[in-house]
């Protein structure tokens, strides 16, 4: 398959919450991407080259800052009801990218295939980031670059405290998301190269959701 894209599986429904979180997803980071979170989406994701993959698009808040002139654009979202918002926002953007139903556990693209993935607030939310940060390397082509924007433990000893208070009650409301993972050590034991990371607060968010990392690793 010349494309190097391989078959998926029709997405399950989604839960009751899981509909709902969707719906308020966008006004709940509204203030926050007011605040800054959106000129960093468009810094970090100007430099998407060539074939690039998004894990988790989540609701398609990456589309507007993307380039016009990227070799492909795929949205990977394995959540039916983020999917569809995404697909919404796409058919109205005029970007051109298609919307698959994919985890980024089991990314659907052959080997050495893909020349950009981004992940924004995604490694927070899987099971578990390793496998995620394998397949990422699996599936980029050497000199391919994972360009990320999460939300990390803080170093903060305090603040970092509170996230672990309050890790369960918040993940069970943001859907999976782990406030207290250190995703940063774990790209660097990953097997990619970190180029370069930038660290920053998430103005207008909770306190427990503030601490950012942004930057670039290379697959060498």
């Known amino acids: 398959m010349t494309s190097g894209v391989v078959p998926v599986v029709a997405a399950q429904g989604s839960g009751r919450w899981t509909r709902a979180f ?11 991407e007011r605040a800054g979170m959106g000129t960093r989406r468009r810094n970090l994701l100007g430099r998407a080259r060539g074939r690039t993959v998004e894990l988790g698009s989540g609701t398609g808040l990456n589309l507007a800052y993307y380039p016009v002139d990227l070799d492909e654009l795929i949205l990977t979202e394995p959540e039916a009801a983020m999917r569809v918002r995404s697909a919404r926002r796409l058919h109205g953007s005029g970007v051109r990218a298609r919307v698959l139903d994919a985890s980024a556990e089991h990314l659907p693209f ?9 992940s924004t607030l995604v490694l ?10 394998r397949e990422v390397e699996r ?12 939300h ?23 859907e999976g998301c782990h406030c207290n993972r250190d995703t940063l050590e ?3 034991a990953c ?21 950012l990392i942004t930057g670039t690793a290379i697959r060498k």
């Open 22 to 32: 969707a719906a308020l997803y966008d006004p709940l980071l509204w203030l926050g």
């Open 110 to 118: 052959a080997d050495g295939t893909v020349d950009t993935v981004v």
């Open 124 to 133: 927070c939310t899987v099971d578990e980031p390793d496998p995620v940060l």
């Open 139 to 150: 599936v980029l082509r050497p000199g391919g670059r994972l360009l990320f924007l999460e």
């Open 152 to 174: 990390v433990r803080s170093e903060s000893p305090r603040l970092a405290a509170w996230q672990d208070r309050l890790a369960r009650p918040w993940r069970r409301f943001a």
């Open 186 to 188: 774990r790209i660097r």
């Open 191 to 211: 097997g990619l190269e970190i180029e370069e990371v930038r660290k920053m607060s998430w103005r207008g968010m909770p306190p427990i959701v503030r601490p």
